[in-house]
T-cell receptor, first 114, second 110 residues
């Protein structure tokens, strides 16, 4: 089974801090994704990556950046955390095929910005 | 505008009481429709992919069907362990990314 591991289940940070969320997958998947999930808004795509060192903006990239230096690892960076970035963050991966293949999700990081 | 709407928002069933969840979509040129299950505090877990109208997929007590306008997730004789939020996502239209519905929260009482 594919394993997508997110480094923290819960995280509390302060406004203005630089925050790193880490995601690792163990199945040599090409594509990786970052979403945030909020009540009433559903899943919204922040960034995705088709390959190492490649990244593309999703629907809500403002205030975020990403890094993919190795195939198995995709990091989400909050450059200067703000309270409206309090959310559940979900990482996902697919073997290829972009959005046409089922996505395998991690269990999420619940991030609170105070 | 490409859109995915799930109904009902919440559903409460008695154990053994069969029902259906709906996912209606307005995208031109459907490329695929996905069903996921999400337990509280967990990430979504993939259930089914449907690619063309008339297609059906089954897994245990769940059966997913697809028409040109909507998909149904039929739950036959549900058990309490089927309690979860069921999410629908569509790939198609002008947006190559997935369009997600807001989900149906299902509670099955023993």
């Amino acid at each position: 089974d594919v394993k997508v591991t997110q480094s923290s289940r819960y995280l509390v940070k302060r406004t203005g801090e630089k925050v790193f969320l880490e995601c690792v997958q163990d199945m040599d998947h090409e594509n990786m994704f970052w979403y945030r999930q909020d009540p009433g808004l559903g899943l919204r795509l922040i960034y995705f990556s088709y390959d190492v060192k490649m990244k593309e903006k999703g629907d809500i990239p403002e205030g975020y950046s990403v890094s993919r230096e190795k195939k198995e690892r995709f990091s989400l960076i909050l450059e200067s955390a703000s309270t409206n970035q309090t959310s559940m963050y979900l990482c996902a991966s697919t073997p290829g095929g972009g959005f046409l293949q089922p996505q395998h999700f991690g269990d999420g990081t619940r991030l609170s910005i105070l | 505008e490409d859109q995915v709407t799930q109904s009902p928002e919440a559903l409460r069933l008695q154990e053994g009481e069969s029902s259906s969840l709906n996912c209606s979509y307005t995208v031109s040129g459907l490329r695929g429709l996905f069903w996921y299950r999400q337990d509280p505090g967990k990430g979504p877990e993939f259930l089914f992919t449907l690619y063309s109208a008339g297609e059906e997929k089954e897994k245990e007590r769940l059966k997913a069907t697809l028409t040109k306008k909507e998909s149904f997730l039929h739950i036959t004789a549900p058990k309490p362990e089927d309690s979860a939020t069921y999410l629908c996502a569509v790939s198609g239209g002008n947006n190559r990314k997935l369009i997600w519905g807001l989900g149906t929260s299902l509670a099955v009482n023993p």
